[in-house]
């Protein structure tokens, strides 16, 4: 099992390409805070910290964030809003979910034949 400071950075890296500031704008937690966590000198993040990830991004799954356990995003996020596990995430409504995500995943499998 992961550390929650794992998963913090998992999330940086995941969603917001490993840029401290954004995340740490985004979640609503000094960027220096949010270095302390992704660079372990903290041993975990405050629990307000944690409530502030979590209603600022609502398609992570507590269980996750928390425990370790489970998928990063909820199920009924992945399903029924097209959100994908890439760097690349954004999420919409409509048809054209399945097709975009086949468009975005071939594209990083063509982006990962060029490394």
Excluded: C, H
Excluded at 53 to 68: D, Q, R
Excluded at 72 to 81: A, C, F, G, R, V
């Amino acid at each position: 099992m992961t550390k929650i400071n794992e998963r913090f950075i998992l999330i940086l890296n995941t969603f917001f390409r490993k840029n401290v500031s954004e995340m740490a704008r985004k979640i609503g937690i000094p960027q220096t805070t949010l270095n302390n966590i992704v660079a372990n000198r903290l041993n975990s993040p405050s629990a307000e910290n944690i409530e502030r990830l979590l209603l600022s991004m609502p398609n992570i799954n507590s269980e996750w964030l928390l425990k370790g356990e489970g998928e990063m995003l909820k199920n009924d996020d992945k399903e029924q809003s097209g959100i994908i596990n890439s760097p690349y995430s954004f999420q919409l409504n409509g048809n054209g979910n399945k097709r975009i995500n086949q468009v975005i995943a071939n594209s990083e499998t063509l982006m990962s034949f060029d490394k």
